[in-house]
């Protein structure tokens, strides 16, 4: 029984949690970890009726979850920033100009792919800009 309450919870926060992603990925992005807790938590309370203590322990879960996240996200940004400062060691200055300038256009590639809601079908979007020997990027880029 405790398995499928716990099931039920969970597939509840995703749901909610892809809901809101849906409604406002942006405004989403500015709530602390503590206010992203606090606010599904107190969403699944009204839409569920946990008890205070339910609420608490619902609340302590998606805080854990969300500062593990903000973690691995962070841990992530500074491979990222390792790796760059790795590559501009055995690049020349303009070979290292030229990949940075090229990472900025395949960025923005995908930012304008995924602001615009397409599923992968658009085949301009879908390719990456070929380099001088014509071959495209390594997908880590």
Do not use: C
């Amino acid at each position: 029984m405790k398995f499928h309450v716990w099931s039920g919870l969970i597939v509840l926060l995703l749901a909610t949690t892809g809901f809101a992603h849906a409604q406002g990925q942006r405004k989403n992005q500015s709530l602390t970890p503590e206010e992203k807790a606090g606010k599904i938590s107190q969403r699944m309370k009204h839409n569920l009726g946990l008890s205070d203590d339910q609420t608490d322990k619902v609340y302590q879960w998606v805080l854990s979850s969300e500062m593990d996240t903000k973690q691995r996200r962070e841990a992530l940004r500074q491979r990222r920033e390792e790796r760059d400062k790795e590559l501009s060691e055995i690049l020349s200055p303009e070979q290292y100009q030229k990949y940075s300038s090229q990472k900025e256009q395949w960025r923005s590639q995908r930012m304008k792919q995924r602001n615009s809601g397409s599923n992968g079908n658009n085949s301009e979007m879908n390719q990456n800009p070929p380099s001088e020997e014509g071959t495209s990027p390594p997908k880590e880029y």
